[in-house]
């Protein structure tokens, strides 16, 4: 019930490529779900994040699509660039500790 | 306004010394958790507190660990006698308000040799 599950666990994609990264959850309760970028010996920094009320968010390259019914989001990254190569994770909380995904290792290559 | 600061970055400890790791969160956020990061895996949620207050520790092991958050000063995660499978990336993260996302220190990688 509290655990998220992410695929695919790495991902290689070309520059000016779509990479999509997908997360599905079981507790219906959950009304928070944040994607974090993390850069290798760096703390994870929060991307963009949506909450079930609305079914998709966009933020410059970077959106999130939310289905409700189906209990699965996804994180879009249009014209992936070199720079966006890291570990992306989605987590998703209620009221208390998030509960992360095991992470999505993105390499965008020229 | 500064980010959450973790300290030390790295530290190496013999197995069986204790290990101390400190937290200060973000000016204005009263909600800290640590999570546990091992090589290419995800991060493991491990204690929630607030100033004075353990809320949730229901990922902390049983034995050896501990977190406190005083009322002054910042928050620690403390590991005691530790042991080779206690290397690992040791994330703190704050929040406003519970329900509102994290902002994450850069961590404190522990190896015990």
């Known amino acids: 019930q509290q655990q998220v599950k992410q695929s695919p666990q790495s991902l290689i994609v070309q520059k000016g490529g779509i990479s999509i990264i997908n997360c599905a959850y079981e507790?219906?309760?959950?009304?928070?779900f944040p994607w974090y970028q993390q850069f290798p010996g760096k703390g994870p920094a929060l991307l963009i994040a949506i909450r079930p009320d609305v079914s998709e968010k966009k933020e410059g390259r970077f959106t999130i699509s939310f289905n409700k019914s189906a209990k699965q989001f996804s994180l879009h990254i249009m014209d992936s660039q070199p720079g966006d190569s890291a570990t992306y994770f989605c987590a998703a909380t209620r009221t208390d500790k998030l509960i992360f995904g095991t992470g999505t290792r993105l390499q965008v290559f020229p | 306004n500064a980010g959450v600061m973790q300290n030390p970055r790295h530290l190496v400890r013999r197995r069986g010394q204790e290990a101390r790791l400190r937290c200060s969160p973000m000016?204005?956020?009263?909600?800290v958790y640590w999570y546990r990061q091992l090589p290419e895996e995800g991060l493991k949620f491990m204690v929630y507190l607030q100033k004075e207050n353990i809320i949730d520790e229901s990922g902390m092991p049983k034995e050896r660990f501990s977190a406190e958050f005083p009322k002054e000063g910042p928050s620690i995660l403390r590991i005691q006698q530790v042991v080779r499978g206690d290397s690992a990336a040791y994330f703190c993260?704050?929040?406003?308000?519970?329900?509102?996302?994290?902002?994450f220190g850069s961590g404190t990688r522990l190896t015990v040799v």
């Open positions: 000016k204005g956020h009263s909600h």
């Open positions: 507790n219906t309760a959950f009304d928070y």
């Open positions: 993260a704050s929040s406003r308000q519970v329900g509102d996302g994290y902002t």
